[in-house]
Antibody, heavy 119, light 106 residues
Framework: QVQLLESGPGLVKPSETLSLTCTVS????????WSWIRQSPGKGLEWIGY???????KYNPSLKSRVTMSVDTSRNQFSLKLRSVTAADTAVYYC?????????????WGKGTSVTVSS | SYELTQPPSLSVSPGQTASITCSGD??????TFWYHQKPGQSPVLVIY???NRPSGIPERFSGSHFGNTATLTISGTQAMDEADYYC?????????FGGGTKLTIL
């Protein structure tokens, strides 16, 4: 069964860049659309965007100006960069495997990693 | 605000049926997906393409979709079903989530 593991700093200073990596194990990164989703404390889920193993991306319009996703197929990893962070970006960040046809959904999720934005 | 509307909370007694609705214009011609999230855990897919259960999801979970409203039904609820439930759709090439429903088993 494929497993996803998020990694990255748990604390980021305001105005800096949040950088996270998701490592895919027991499965190939090919042929799926890999998403990042976040959840602010006590709040609901917010989709950040997805990346295909070819590097093609789709971002949430509300975050698009600050987000960059990348993929490293040799390491079975994909990454998220969120620039110019503020306290509002404090959240648990999840990576997930997505299936895209005429619809898109996420069938496997990582355990999540907590990121706090604070000086 | 969320384009998909869910009731914030729902309480049922063990053994009763819980029905969680998700409504919004994007659902008119889009499939709906449902996740549950237990405290401190990551979301888990429980229904895909409106009515289908992934492997490992109990039969007491079912889904339906009519017009702009999708419904997740949990028959014979158990204490372990206490969780937050989120609906999700794919609209205009973007993922939409509902605001979530906190299901409490009294």
């Amino acid at each position: 069964q494929v497993q996803l593991l998020e990694s990255g700093p748990g604390l980021v200073k305001p105005s800096e860049t949040l950088s996270l990596t998701c490592t895919v194990s027991a499965g190939s990164i090919s042929d799926y659309f890999w998403s990042w989703i976040r959840q602010s404390p006590g709040k609901g889920l917010e989709w950040i965007g997805y990346i295909y193993y070819t590097g093609s991306t789709k971002y949430n319009p509300s975050l698009k100006s600050r987000v960059t996703m990348s993929v490293d197929t040799s390491r079975n990893q994909f990454s998220l960069k969120l620039r110019s962070v503020t306290a509002a970006d404090t959240a648990v960040y999840y990576c997930a495997r997505g299936i895209l046809l005429d619809y898109y959904y996420m069938d496997v999720w990582g355990k999540g990693t907590s990121v706090t934005v604070s000086s | 605000s969320y384009e998909l509307t869910q009731p914030p909370s729902l309480s049922v007694s063990p053994g009763q049926t819980a029905s969680i609705t998700c409504s919004g214009d994007p659902l008119g011609d889009r499939s709906t997906f449902w996740y549950h999230q237990k405290p401190g855990q990551s979301p888990v897919l429980v229904i895909y393409l409106d009515t289908n259960r992934p492997s490992g999801i109990p039969e007491r979970f079912s889904g339906s979709h009519f017009g702009n409203t999708a419904t997740l039904t949990i028959s014979g609820t158990q204490a372990m079903d206490e969780a937050d439930y989120y609906c999700q759709a794919w609209d205009n090439n973007h993922v939409l989530f509902g605001g979530g429903t906190k299901l409490t088993i009294l």
